[in-house]
Nanobody, 123 residues
Framework: QVHLVESGGGLVQAGDSLRLSCAAF????????VGWFRQLPGKEREFVGA?????????DYADSVKGRFGVFRDNAKNTVYLQMNNLKPEDTATYYC???????????????WGQGTLVTVSS
């Protein structure tokens, strides 16, 4: 069973950038898609972005983050990153990485979740 560990969250100001990391332990990401989701207290977890773990490395993004966020991977480190640029207060949430054997990544397809990392964007 893979174990996912996110890091990189914190408090930033609107317009700043932040990079989140998702490291896999116990198994590689090979043949799985890695998805990023976010959640506010009392709200449903929502899809942010995802990347396929294959030669094509296709990516997918929620409309709300297209052009601002990017998902990329480092094979050697078995780590996937979520690069967040031009952050807005509405991006404030706990961010979770996940693995899925299906594409595109959807909440109901997620098999493993990380513990989450909090991102707070002040105005």
């Amino acid at each position: 069973q893979v174990h996912l560990v996110e890091s990189g969250g914190g408090l930033v100001q609107a317009g700043d950038s932040l990079r989140l990391s998702c490291a896999a332990f116990g198994r590689t990401f090979m043949n799985y898609a890695v998805g990023w989701f976010r959640q506010l207290p009392g709200k449903e977890r929502e899809f942010v972005g995802a990347i396929m773990w294959s030669a094509g490395s296709s990516t997918d993004y929620a409309d709300s983050v297209k052009g601002r966020f990017g998902v990329f991977r480092d094979n050697a480190k078995n780590t996937v990153y979520l690069q967040m640029n031009n952050l807005k207060p509405e991006d404030t949430a706990t961010y979770y990485c996940s693995t899925s054997a299906r594409w595109p990544v959807k909440l109901e397809y997620v098999e493993v979740w990380g513990q989450g990392t909090l991102v707070t964007v002040s105005s």
